[in-house]
């Protein structure tokens, strides 16, 4: 199973980003995706996540701004599954590596992360 993150780069503040994460690699029925995000100096934390029985959650600093989406194409692929990240008027603390996340028979499986990186 593999997880490629992509769409990060330098942007100014007040702009936005498309974080793209594509996963491949197995056959997908049952599981869940989402993105988290590292800070330099600080731990990994969840941004947004799509939950096992439906649904979504934000974390808080992400309310109104960051938009997770599913690509509908891959939604009846059992085998490619794409997320997305909208991140709107973006702030310096929403600089970061950008991870996508699954959840699945396969276990739990991280991307290598997508810079975004965000000048004032």
């Known amino acids: 199973v593999q997880l490629v993150e992509s769409g990060g780069g330098l942007v100014q503040a007040g702009g936005s980003l498309r974080l793209s994460c594509v996963v491949s690699?197995?056959?997908?029925?049952?599981?869940?995706m989402g993105w988290y995000r590292q800070a330099p100096g600080k731990e990994r934390e969840l941004v947004a996540r799509?939950?096992?029985?439906?649904?979504?959650?934000?974390?808080?600093?992400?309310q109104g701004r960051i938009t997770i989406s599913r690509d509908p194409a891959s939604i009846r692929d059992t085998t490619k599954k794409t997320i997305y990240l909208q991140i709107n008027t973006l702030k310096s603390e929403d600089t970061a590596v950008y991870y996508c996340?699954?959840?699945?028979?396969?276990?739990?499986?991280w991307g290598q992360g997508t810079q975004v990186a965000v000048s004032s």
């Open positions: 799509f939950r096992w029985g439906g649904g979504q959650e934000y974390a808080d600093s992400a």
């Open positions: 690699g197995g056959t997908f029925n049952s599981y869940a």
């Open positions: 996340r699954m959840w699945s028979p396969y276990g739990d499986r």
